[in-house]
């Protein structure tokens, strides 16, 4: 097949080459459809059940996802950053997304006064104006507070936070919303962070990237190949398959609705290598079929020079669409289109490369592309790398086992987690904003842990509530977890100003508990809380380890407690934001580690059928392994997480090897 295209080509160059430019002109259309969507959203798992689960919490709870504003005084409850406090809590309110605004201005502390009646003022209402004795005044209203503690205020009284809560739905406008807030808070010196800084950071460094590492590429190619040929009609069709297929992919991308992603977005670069690669050999190939400076006139000189190089280019464009459709395990839509559209930009740039190339070579005889760059290591290193390889073969080879199994070793240490924090480095203002926050106060990844009980019943039981206090009380202690907060807090607090009793006891009679619910109505953060119904409450989690293993530990605690400890036919689910960029995270990392050893192992009986020898076949699939086991040893040396965007090297290093 790989010699008829090559027979083809040289033989009928302007048939191929009319039937190309036919084609790229009738893919203007799909190009320009293109779009481009860099959103981080784009590799959710919104295929598993758990998606479904969030959606439904967000129906019930709202949407959880938040921005921090934090403030840092020189001294404990600075009444300069109290006043910062007050005035963008006022500001915060009237931007567009924000459903809410939480914070000492405005989150209620639950009091009773000196004649017993319920106090449900926020810290900042009210509050003299006298500096000093403001600074007493909210000191004093938040002593015995369960709500506002690290998650408005420090335990060192120093940083005080503004939370601004989210409409879901909203993430297209979390760009505009952050311009919004940092016109507002950069003035007054405020740190902000949240899942949509992050978000718009990582958009907006892709779309960057984007614009910049597609012509890049093309760019360093056409330098490498103007040193090695010095002529500019070699170096115009050697960039011509890479350039075409991934013209022809991105076109067939818009034609059929597929965006531009976060993960799509290295497609084009990749294909332009993988065509620079293929066109290498075959300009190499016909570069040494003819003599130095004497055209190429006949197709059936040049069906010669490239039909030594034809069946390995086919080989390996066929391996490497193996590498890419290994991808499309994962049952993530970005990643499936990230495998199923670089297979299809490798299979172009292979017909290309095994087309076009031959008939632009014989459809303008001109002197024979020879080689001009670095001749030193093509008359020198190169032959003495050789002979001195075939001399030592067999040191060479136990040298390279030894070297395999030694770094390979490190794959045994290799760790499967994605923090999205740590893409940035530190120094990045988003990065420093984020660490700032979360040592002074906690995380900003918000999770959520939704508990259900069966029609008929109350999750405001005696038996259910004591269980969400304690699953919430033993999330607080994990590591992970910078915060919680539940139904049992509010209920604690105001039971305890009631009786006069500073432990807080938890209310165990379901009359006072429903009394109680009815003089928190007024509370509006309470929906976050619980259901109108009392049918489901939500345990609110901020979390301080933003990595996926440990937002998975999280949740595997809440099913390890709640199966020991819940009342039974309840049952409490881990769902939120985070955790499903957590659980999305994984299964990218885990089906790619599936799809390299399916790949693999099709590689393998491809390269058996193909050389009906197995030792050949055996000796071509080393250089396919022998690369991913030092891949993976290395990052588990260097103590690299494999995550969602380091895992995606393995499939390429197949395809490529």
Same mark, same amino acid.
């Given at each position: ?52 689960? %969030? ?7 709202? &949407? ?79 002593? &015995? ?21 989210? %409409? ?10 952050? @311009? ?63 350039v075409i297929g991934s013209y022809l992919m991105v076109g067939a991308m818009g034609y059929l609705g ?79 289109? @990230? &495998? ?131 699953l919430s009380t033993h999330l607080a202690r994990l590591d992970e977890v910078g915060k919680t907060l539940s139904i049992a807090d509010p209920l604690r607090q105001i039971h305890g100003e ?14 006072? @508990?429903?009394? %109680? ?77 599936? &799809? ?62």
């Open positions: 097949m790989s010699d008829m295209l090559i027979r083809t080509g040289g033989r009928h160059p302007g048939l191929i080459l009319l039937c190309w430019a036919v084609v790229c002109v009738a893919t203007i259309p799909g190009v320009l459809r293109l779009h481009v969507d860099t959103s981080t959203d784009s590799v959710l798992d919104r295929v598993d059940s758990a998606w479904q689960t %969030y959606q439904q919490s967000q129906d019930l709870f709202g &949407g959880d996802e938040i921005l921090v504003v934090a403030f840092t005084g020189s001294i404990p409850f600075d009444p300069d950053v109290l006043a910062k406090v007050e005035q963008l809590s006022a500001l915060a309110g009237e931007l567009d997304g924000v459903r809410r605004v939480d914070s000492l201005a405005t989150v209620p502390v639950i009091r009773v006064d000196a004649a017993g009646e319920l106090d449900l003022r926020a810290s900042l209402v009210d509050a003299p104006s006298d500096p000093a004795a403001r600074s007493l005044h909210v000191r004093a209203r938040l002593r &015995g507070d369960r709500i506002a503690p690290q998650s408005l205020v420090s335990e060192d009284g120093r940083t005080f936070a503004v939370n601004l809560v989210l %409409y879901r739905g909203i993430e297209a406008d979390h760009a505009q919303l952050l @311009t919004d807030l940092h016109a507002i808070v950069d003035p007054m010196g405020g740190a902000i962070s949240g899942v949509p800084v992050f978000r718009v950071a990582v958009n907006e460094s892709t779309r960057a990237e984007i614009l910049t590492f597609g012509p890049l590429t093309a760019g360093l190619i056409a330098a490498f190949l103007w040193v090695t040929f010095r002529d500019p009609w070699v170096v115009l069709i050697g960039l011509a398959p890479g597929a965006p531009l992603s976060i993960t799509t977005m290295i497609l084009p670069s990749i294909v332009l290598a993988v065509g620079c690669t293929y066109a290498m050999h075959l300009l190499a190939a016909a570069s040494g079929g003819a003599r130095a400076g004497v055209p190429i006139v006949s197709s059936e000189v040049l069906e010669e020079a490239l039909g030594h190089v034809a069946l390995p280019v086919a080989l390996s464009g066929l391996t490497t669409v193996v590498g890419f459709v290994s991808m499309t395990v994962v049952h993530i839509e970005a990643v499936r289109n @990230t &495998g199923g559209y670089g297979a299809l930009g490798v299979f172009i740039v292979t017909l290309v490369s095994l087309t076009l190339l031959p008939a632009a070579l014989a459809w303008l005889p001109r002197p024979a592309p020879s080689p001009h760059g670095f001749p030193w290591v093509r008359t020198r290193i190169a032959p003495r790398l050789i002979a001195n390889i075939t001399k030592r073969s067999g040191a060479i080879i136990i040298a390279w086992t030894v070297a395999t199994l030694l770094v390979g070793l490190g794959a045994l240490r290799v760790e499967v987690e994605t923090d999205a924090t740590r893409w940035l480095p530190l120094g990045n203002p988003v990065r420093d904003s984020y660490e700032s926050i979360r040592a002074s106060l906690s995380g900003i990844s918000p999770m959520n842990v939704v508990v259900r009980v069966p029609e008929g019943q109350s999750v405001l039981d005696p038996a259910v509530l004591e269980s969400i206090d304690g009631m009786r006069g009793d500073p432990t807080q006891p938890l209310p165990n009679d379901s009359a006072m @508990t429903a009394q %109680y619910m009815l003089l928190l109505e007024s509370v509006e953060s309470i929906e976050d809380l619980i259901t109108a119904d009392r049918r489901a409450a939500n345990v609110m989690i901020r979390a301080d380890d933003n990595g996926s293993a440990g937002l998975a530990h999280i949740a595997s605690e809440v099913d390890a407690w709640w199966t020991l400890n819940g009342p039974p036919s309840t049952e409490a689910i881990t769902t939120g934001i985070m955790y499903e960029f957590a659980r999305a995270e994984d299964e990218i990392a885990y089906g790619q580690l599936r &799809g390299l050893a399916v790949a693999l192992a099709v590689i393998s009986g491809v390269l058996f059928a193909i050389f009906r020898w197995p030792r050949l076949a055996f000796v071509a699939l080393v250089p396919n392994a022998l690369p991913l086991v030092l891949l993976f040893g290395c990052v588990g040396l260097f103590d690299v997480p494999l995550d969602a965007g380091t895992v995606l090297i393995g499939t390429l290093v197949v395809g490529i090897a």
